[in-house]
């Protein structure tokens, strides 16, 4: 994280430094108004006499006004140009670690915290940013520059005795400041709770109207957003009272100048040209003290969210570049003795798994929920850190094969039918450009979905709504089945691919694919005979361990699990008859 920002700033490293000249041009400027008005004060004793040089001054007073507004317009640009390029570097170096990552850390991150890294914590980093440059900065000029002028323009004694409060100010500052990191904590871990349950409500919405769940959801969604609102009044509590106490601080350096700067009137050390000017000094001050208690509550703020993100960025990522490549992958695969599971100190998901496939043969995998199927296909493709001498492709060790030419050589067609919320075309080649048109055409005419595609009024070009929302189980099925016949890699795998299809359909789909993968090596994985039943070779899956492996016909002649799923759904296919 910190590197990410040293980077942004070193990018711009001249912008800085233009922004902070203008930032103490601008302050200095600020000093000779007070200087003028005082002088301007002692005149007025013989106006008759000093009207020429009043006016002059007057002159020079705006003339000021108008150099304090060009410089202002100047660094108010660099200052926000520059915030909005942290935030943006740091949102690209986020997505691009975050698409990067293993998955298994992926997956122990929920939505709703994943949203409030790049909507809330964002923020904070760019707002702390923003005040940094311009409040922090300009605090420390102010300070240097208005003393500097107090002192030499009015009375040194009466600038450290007016001041003085603002130096307990900051003690009492920094003794709050912990009560708001504390609260803030809290603030966060409440928000990001809701944002996860709001994201599980959205996704889950059909399954609650179904099931008439809406006024449990609202009783669940109000007793968060009720521990929310605890949270952020705590939070205003101690930012109020850090305001209240830099107030209070700034009031009585008000008061102790009035009372002091009357007293070396009359002893005639001053003039009252002089304590005007030291009071219009002091207003100078106000924003700095006004500034303080957002500044601290901002920096306790912006720290929690950069540790947050900084936490995310450390997270362990895979390795996608390509430093060594071997020939083509021919899709020889081979399993020894693999055994894997999630977590330690938990049951294996899969166990002692042996088996081999080779080029052009079809393997079939069979088995219950949580049998180990698409665990045995994520680790195929190095989704998950397997050990080596585990999983072979053409003989080589895929933890040896370079993680992007491994996966360039297998088209996973996943379970879970994602679409993106894009054109039917960028669906399909996955935004690569290098197929063709007549290719993309003649891979949806393969999976079935070439008529009811061309019949959409912007056909290929159809924009589908979010995870493929306008289109039917079967449509995103088969949309996503078309990947399989437009990829031109060696190993193909479908993953439950073909559940959601009608018998006719899934018997054409099937056809293709076999013609599809005569020289190839494809892995069907499905709990429907129908699916697997052509397969060269079937493997039967149960509780993470290889049960039965077979022909379809061998397999039945067993008489054990596998020709129990054939008995059952055989049965159930005679019931909807």
Partial sequence: MKKIILNAISKNKWRYLILLIFMMVNIYILTIPAEIIGRIVDLLYDVQNNKQIIMNQTYILLGICLLLLVVRVVWKYY????????????KDALFDNLIRLNLTEILGIKNGELMSYFVQDIREIRQF????????????FICIFVSFAMIRNVDFKLTIVALLPLVLTVLVTINIKKYIEKSYKKSRKYFTELSEYIQESTDAIRTTKAYCGEDEQIKTFININKR????????????????????????????IAILYGS??????????????????????????????????????RAQVSYKRLDKLLDLEKEDIEIEKTYDELIGNIEIKDLSFKYQENV???????????????????????????????????????????????????INNIPLKQLRDSIVYITQDNFLFSTTLKEN???????????????????????????????????????????????????????RAFLNKSNIIIFDDTFSALDNKTEKSVLENVRELTTDKTCIIVSNRISDIRDATKIIVLK????????????????????????VEQASQAEEVL
Avoid at 79 to 90: A, F, G, Q, W
Avoid at 374 to 393: Q, S
Avoid at 453 to 470: A, F, S
């Fill in 428 to 482: 399909i080649n996955l935004f690569k450009d290098i197929y063709e048109e007549d290719e993309i055409e003649e891979s949806i005419k393969k999976s079935m979905i070439y008529d009811e595609i061309m019949n959409m009024n912007d056909g290929i070009d159809t924009v589908i709504g979010e995870r493929g929302i306008d289109l039917s189980g079967g449509q995103k099925q088969r949309v996503v089945i078309s």
């Fill in 347 to 397: 049951v294996p998901v899969l166990n002692n798994i042996n088996l081999t496939v080779n080029k052009g043969e079809t393997l079939g995998i069979i088995g219950t929920i949580g049998s180990g199927k698409t665990t045995l296909m994520n680790l195929l493709l190095r989704l998950y850190t397997v050990e080596d001498g585990k999983i072979f492709i053409d003989g080589k060790d």
């Fill in 129 to 140: 940013s923003l005040r940094l440059s311009s409040h922090l900065t300009r605090t420390i």
């Fill in 228 to 255: 929310l609102k605890g949270a952020n009044n705590s939070v205003d509590a101690h930012s109020t009272l850090l305001k209240t106490v830099t107030h209070i601080g700034f009031g009585l350096c008000y008061g």
């Fill in 79 to 90: 200052e926000t140009y520059l915030s909005r390029y942290i935030e943006k570097d740091i």
């Fill in 543 to 566: 509780n993470g361990n290889i049960v039965e492996t077979g022909t379809h016909n061998e397999l039945l002649q067993n008489k054990q699990d596998y020709y129990k799923f054939f």
């Fill in 263 to 300: 007293k070396l009137i009359l002893n005639g050390t001053i003039s009252v040209g002089d304590f005007v000017a030291f009071n219009t000094y002091i207003t100078l001050f106000t924003n700095p003290v006004s500034w303080a208690p957002g500044l601290v509550s901002k920096f306790k």
